[in-house]
């Protein structure tokens, strides 16, 4: 069993690997994996894991201060869409995706026969979001543009399939998803951008402008539009594939790649597919992907997949951007928490240093939790995830993971996200003043983090998407059989008091799946949120105890107090808000909890009887 970590050898979050400082994270990746995959993956995590850690992480400090800039024009009033890249950006993007971030679980990597599971992606996302989740986004983008190439695309996508899915840098584009304008927001029905057969050129043109895109100048983006005669709604949009440049005037057969641009510099006016990139919006955070308005003015498309059924095309990219984004609040928690913990162990105030008083030992105590409770969620539901994708591949079904995941991807993004900013923010409180400052990253990661709750939906947003999962994909079945499971495998005497209490609560969340079921649609949409919330807590709740019960049975006590801390954090009704009980578990769990220290299974049962 390793032994636990002292943060006081650490003077920041910086130059160290946070594959080997993230224990919750490896043990996740190990419960989700199948063997050979942890096999072949576990180095290349560490490898990964120390190059975010000491290269991108220092590289992401500086395009902070330094990021893209747009040029639509060149010096003849020629529009040329250039978008300028500090330097460490493309060293970034070189560590990142010739590490096979996306390439790997779309193609066989070296040492395989077949790709890596989604999760795979997601779990290299949460370990690049540790140093920049702005940079996250267009890895994410990419990997879901080559999802719904990989299901929808034909002949014609093939070349930017095999683009977006390079290991080669200089053989490589990125992806995008253009969805909102500025009428419609998330209302996705409202699109106004249309789509046009030109007989002359064989192709489709787009026109219209997207109000908010970022990565706006991958060399594959996907966007929705709506053809002639097509139906009002959702129902009548269709997905087209929209290059950065035109293929036909900039000469080459495929997709213009990062080495061809960086080789050849701006496009030339004839290249230069009939679209403005308008400008970059000025915003809070996630820096280093460049966000702005792009007006089509007949732009060259390829239509992806059967007409008029777009929304649902981009509904499958959609569930893996939202597990992204969760993967990336995860990154988020687990890099302020790392911070903090550093922080405390370092900071004297009162001639101690500040993790020795009980204050900060309860929250450093509670930011862990979260973490483990955001990280075992949402890797549940990228097994889930690699479960489906897998089966697809081998030509079978695997309908009750994707029931499943259906219900638990739209609760993973809503409630990490919240948790991502609620993190960040007390990381920066942590650390005083220096935490508000540039100078320190905290300040950097709340800025991040704030779009979190914003991207790929909102929590509103999100919470409807539960009510469909439940209505059309009958998701209660298998939630109610999966929370079954777990529980009924709990049997060990230090967990009996926690998994009583989620037992009730679980009969209780049934009775509200029941309730709802039953009611108007307003008043569904009113308990909406409420009820995302109380899936994850319960769901959550089982997740921690079934890791408890096996790590207990091979001597490890520390997810129990993990699991009996959230439980009595999120589940438990206290009496007098607790102050009355006597409750010193904070104090007791700290070392366990916080800093990974062994604890035998015994004292975990002295812990939570006290």
């Known amino acids: 069993m390793d032994e636990g970590i002292d943060y006081a050898e650490f003077s920041d979050g910086r130059d160290v690997n946070y594959w080997t400082l993230d224990r919750t994270l490896r043990r996740e990746v190990r419960r989700v994996y199948t063997d050979d995959e942890f096999t072949w993956a576990e180095s290349r995590l560490a490898d990964f894991g120390g190059t975010v850690g000491h290269t991108i992480a220092a590289n992401a400090d500086d395009i902070d201060d330094h990021g893209p800039e747009l040029e639509p024009y060149d010096r003849d009033g020629e529009v040329q869409n250039l978008v300028r890249y500090p330097e460490r950006q ?90 909102t304008e500025k009428q419609g927001g998330s209302d996705v029905g409202a699109n106004e951008t249309r789509a046009e057969w030109d007989d002359g050129a064989g192709c489709w043109r787009l026109f219209g402008e997207k109000w908010f895109c970022s990565n706006i100048d991958a060399e594959g983006t996907l966007a929705l539009a709506r053809t002639a005669d097509a139906p009002d709604g959702t129902a009548g949009l269709s997905m087209f594939l929209v290059p950065h440049a035109d293929p036909d005037r900039s000469g080459q057969d495929g997709p213009l790649t990062k080495g061809q641009r960086l080789e050849d510099g701006p496009l030339s006016p004839e290249s230069v597919n009939d679209q403005l990139y308008r400008r970059l919006k000025d915003k809070l955070g996630t820096i280093s992907v460049p966000t702005g308005e792009v007006e089509f003015t007949g732009a060259k498309a390829f239509l992806v997949g059967e007409a008029e059924n777009g929304f649902r095309q981009m509904a499958e990219m959609l569930n893996l951007e939202r597990l992204s984004n969760a993967a990336a609040s995860c990154g988020i928690i687990g890099r302020v928490l790392l911070e903090s913990k550093i922080y405390a ?59 499943l995941m259906r219900l638990l991807i739209p609760i993973a993004k809503a409630r990490t996200a919240r948790m991502a900013v609620e993190t960040a923010s007390y990381g920066m409180e942590i650390h005083g003043g220096n935490g508000y400052v540039n100078d320190f990253v905290t300040n950097r990661l709340l800025r991040d983090a704030q779009v979190l709750p914003i991207w790929e939906g909102t929590e509103n947003v999100l919470s409807l998407d539960v009510l469909r999962a439940l209505e059309r994909e009958e998701a209660h079945e298998p939630l109610r059989d999966a929370i079954e499971k777990r529980l009924d495998g709990v049997s060990h005497p230090a967990l009996a008091d926690t998994a009583e209490t989620v037992e009730a609560e679980f009969r209780d969340l049934e009775t509200a799946l029941v309730t709802l079921a039953g009611e108007d649609a307003e008043y569904a949409q009113l308990s909406a949120k409420r009820l995302a919330h109380y899936v994850f807590d319960v769901f959550t709740a089982a997740l921690l ?55 035998d299974p015994d004292r975990v049962r002295e812990i939570t009887a006290e």
């Open 345 to 403: 162990a370092n900071r004297e105030a009162f001639g101690e240093t500040i993790d020795r008083y009980p204050l900060m030992r309860a929250d450093l105590v509670d930011m862990a939790v979260t973490h483990e409770a955001a990280t075992t969620y949402v890797f549940e539901a990228a097994r889930l995830l690699s479960e489906r994708e897998r089966a697809e591949r081998a030509g079978e079904t695997a309908d009750d993971a994707y029931r």
């Open 545 to 599: 105890l079934e890791n408890a019960q096996r790590e207990l049975e091979a001597g490890n006590g520390r997810p129990a107090l993990v699991a009996q801390r959230f439980v009595s954090t999120e589940l438990e009704a206290r009496e007098a808000r607790g102050i009355t009980s006597g409750d010193r578990f904070a104090l007791e769990a700290y070392d366990p909890i916080v800093r990974y220290e062994p604890i």
């Open 90 to 179: 493309y060293e970034n993007e070189r560590l990142a995706y010739g590490r096979g971030i996306v390439a790997d679980a779309f193609e066989a990597p070296p040492g395989r026969d077949e790709p890596m599971g989604l999760a795979h992606n997601l779990a290299m996302q949460c370990l690049l979001s540790y140093a920049d989740p702005g940079f996250d986004c267009p890895v994410a983008m990419t990997a879901g543009a080559a999802l719904v190439l990989e299901k929808f695309g034909g002949d014609e996508h093939a070349l930017f399939y095999e683009a977006l899915t390079s290991r080669e840098y200089g053989g490589l584009i990125e992806g995008a998803m253009f969805l």
